[in-house]
């Protein structure tokens, strides 16, 4: 599908200027879709194939965007990649975690290997909110590790505050990185629920400070560490740290 998507819109001639990959699927059980486990399907790959193929079309279109929905719960994930699967058993919350962790580490280096092309590349994360992912699925239990099973009580009740929202306001993130013209120039962004992009908060680079930036992959794990700040990257020998605003 990614594939007749991609050839049918490059074959149509009109210019592609954003492209927002918003899905996300969580499972009580595992499930698996040609062998893969399912969330990692869903969250990581389905996004990643229709993205690469359309690159070119972005590129020729460009300034363009690529908006990537994230998560928050990029926190539960595990950090073990000698594997694409993570070791110990299957926990639904813990492994969409990682799937999208996955999916933020892929935006991030594509914004830097898109550097100097024209074409932006953001991550949104849309906060909670109520949709059909959420309800019923993280109802119960049986989606957390044993060690979060035992506080259910004050989980369930966490996971019940921070998907009652609107979708609308969640949707607001991602709009603002598709949209915002105060982000025009920038790339390798996390744009969070909380905060609004303006000209006077945001710079822009400039010829003489090209600061794109953009967060390396290898560093994305700090994200989940660094959740209110906004971290500038600076030119360094080290490869550039994490930026969220």
């Given at each position: 599908m990614a594939a007749r998507i991609a050839g049918e819109h490059s074959a149509s001639?009109?210019?592609?200027?954003?492209?927002?990959?918003?899905?996300?699927?969580?499972?009580?059980?595992?499930a698996d879709l040609g062998g893969v486990e399912a969330s990692f399907v869903v969250n990581h790959l389905s996004p990643y194939l229709p993205t690469e193929l359309l690159l070119p079309t972005l590129t020729a279109g460009a300034p363009s965007r690529i908006?990537?929905?994230?998560?928050?719960a990029v926190v539960s994930a595990k950090?073990?990649?000698?594997?694409?699967?993570?070791?110990?058993?299957?926990y639904g919350f813990h492994w969409y975690g990682r799937a999208k962790l996955a999916n933020l580490a892929y935006t991030l280096d594509l914004a830097r290997r898109l550097?100097?092309?024209?074409?932006?590349?953001?991550?949104?994360?849309?906060?909670?909110?109520?949709?059909?992912?959420?309800?019923?699925?993280?109802?119960?239990?049986k989606i957390v590790s044993p060690a979060l099973?035992?506080?259910?009580p004050l989980v369930g009740r966490k996971f019940a505050r921070?998907?009652?929202?609107?979708?609308?306001?969640?949707?607001r993130p991602s709009i603002i990185a598709a949209t915002d013209?105060?982000?025009?120039?920038r790339t390798g962004l996390v744009i969070g629920p909380r905060h609004t992009p303006s000209r006077r908060s945001v710079r822009r680079p400039t010829p003489a400070s090209p600061r794109p930036y953009a967060c390396s992959a290898r560093r994305t794990h700090l994200w989940a560490h660094d959740h209110t700040r906004c971290v500038?990257?600076?030119?360094?020998?080290?490869p550039p740290g994490n930026a969220r605003i």
């Open positions: 001639g009109e210019p592609l200027t954003v492209l927002v990959n918003n899905v996300g699927a969580m499972f009580a059980e595992r908006v990537n929905v994230t998560s928050g950090r073990v990649f000698d594997a694409v699967e993570p070791p110990g058993g299957y550097n100097g092309t024209g074409v932006s590349v953001f991550a949104a994360d849309p906060g909670g909110a109520a949709t059909d992912m959420t309800d019923g699925t993280m109802s119960g239990p099973r035992l506080l259910w921070s998907t009652s929202g609107p979708a609308s306001a969640a949707a013209d105060a982000l025009t120039g500038p990257s600076r030119p360094t020998a080290r």
